[in-house]
């Protein structure tokens, strides 16, 4: 299968999409990113590679990072990482106070904002410098060292935040945060602000593609159950609240970002990246899930 005249087609079929969506301007840092950048990578476990647009433009990825962040809290607690957080899709906001009330100061699942700073207050607790062994392990599943945070990123989210410390502040109230809500921010802020390429975030995803081994190195970073646990979590909860159309109309285990990026994947085939800034109103990146929606359909491939 052509996958790189596919990508052309699909790049030139798509373009045009980011004129429906605008930047996500509540974070001040990516207010500014030109709205006609795009990129789309695919990265192949038989090492192929291939890319069309902007794709080695480095940009935010927000609440992509989250996968990693759980990644690492999953390897290191097993299944009682569930005694903190649940395993359902929301039906709220990304952002929500709500269900954290309705609930007990248990998140409803690891992508929402709320499941991330507690999968970070479990990261605080196990490493002395959890940025630093965050950064090593995103760059060790990319098999690229040159990924890293963007300082002015990381200061605009905690400048504006205060969504995020209200979350942190109401679930420590109900004993769910360990660490001091200032470091646990720190760290999730941090998260946040990362950046990378197309091509960076499509080969940081193949060990999900590979069962969990990564298979630059043949390291295993999550057993066959787990990784099979995570995808399903992507699946029903990686898109915020249009998680169910993406499996409806894409058919992968995704996760997207406010800045504008989608990652999935296809077991024992591929992963696949997009960037284009512009969002919908869900916080989705409009060309880049309209994209995803044409691979699978013109390739036949999906995890369906």
Same mark, same amino acid.
């Given at each position: 299968?052509?996958?790189q005249?596919?990508?052309?087609r699909i790049?030139?079929?798509?373009? +045009?999409?980011a004129?429906?969506?605008?930047?996500?301007s509540?974070?001040?840092?990516?207010a500014?990113?030109?709205?006609?950048?795009?990129?789309i990578?695919?990265a192949?476990?038989?090492?192929k590679?291939?890319?069309?647009?902007? +794709?080695?433009v480095p940009f935010?990825i927000?609440?992509?990072s989250?996968?990693?962040?759980?990644t690492?809290?999953?390897?290191?607690?097993?299944d009682?990482?569930?005694?903190?957080?649940d395993?359902e899709? @929301?039906?709220?906001?990304f952002? @929500?106070?709500?269900?954290?009330?309705?609930?007990?100061?248990?998140?409803?699942?690891?992508?929402?904002?709320a499941?991330?700073?507690v999968?970070? %207050?479990?990261?605080? !607790? +196990?490493?002395?410098d959890?940025?630093?062994?965050l950064?090593?392990?995103?760059r060790?599943?990319?098999?690229d060292n040159?990924?890293?945070?963007?300082a002015?990123v990381? =200061?605009?989210e905690k400048e504006?935040g205060?969504?995020n410390?209200?979350?942190?502040?109401?679930?420590?109230s109900f004993?769910?945060?360990h660490?001091?809500?200032?470091?646990v921010?720190d760290?999730?802020f941090?998260?946040?602000?990362?950046v990378?390429?197309? %091509?960076?975030?499509?080969c @940081?995803?193949?060990?999900?593609?590979?069962h969990?081994?990564?298979p630059?190195?043949?390291?295993?970073?999550?057993?066959i @159950?787990?990784?099979?646990?995570?995808?399903?979590?992507?699946l029903?909860?990686?898109?915020y609240?249009?998680?169910g159309?993406f499996?409806?109309?894409?058919?992968m285990s995704?996760?997207?970002?406010?800045?504008g990026?989608i990652?999935?994947?296809?077991p024992?085939?591929l !992963?696949?990246a997009?960037? !284009?800034?512009?969002?919908?109103? =869900?916080?989705?990146?409009?060309?880049?899930?309209?994209?995803?929606e044409?691979f699978?359909?013109?390739t036949?491939?999906?995890?369906?």
């Open positions: 299968m052509n996958y005249e596919i990508l052309h790049y030139h079929e798509t373009k +045009h999409f004129n429906h969506g605008k930047v996500a509540y974070i001040p840092a990516l500014n990113v030109p709205p006609e950048l795009y990129g990578s695919i192949c476990l038989d090492k590679c291939f890319s069309v647009g902007d +794709h080695a935010s927000q609440s992509i989250k996968v990693f962040t759980f690492l809290a999953y390897s290191i607690l097993g009682k990482i569930w005694e903190r957080i395993r899709p @929301s039906g709220n906001a952002n @929500s106070l709500v269900q954290l009330e309705h609930e007990n100061g248990i998140p409803r699942n690891p992508f929402i904002n499941g991330a700073i999968v970070a %207050d479990i990261l605080l !607790s +196990h490493f002395d959890p940025a630093k062994v950064l090593d392990f995103v060790e599943q990319a098999d040159n990924i890293f945070y963007d002015e990381a =200061r605009s504006t205060h969504r410390y209200a979350l942190a502040h109401f679930m420590k004993g769910n945060i660490n001091p809500v200032e470091n921010l760290l999730y941090h998260q946040c602000s990362m990378m390429t197309t %091509d960076q975030l499509a @940081s995803m193949l060990f999900l593609a590979n969990g081994t990564n630059h190195n043949g390291n295993k970073v999550l057993n @159950s787990q990784s099979k646990r995570l995808k399903a979590l992507l029903t909860s990686g898109m609240n249009e998680s159309d499996a409806f109309r894409v058919g995704g996760k997207s970002g406010v800045g990026g990652v999935a994947v296809i024992q085939l !992963s696949m997009v960037w !284009s800034p512009p969002l919908n109103e =869900r916080g989705n990146s409009v060309a880049g899930f309209e994209a995803m044409l699978t359909t013109y036949g491939k999906s995890v369906f």
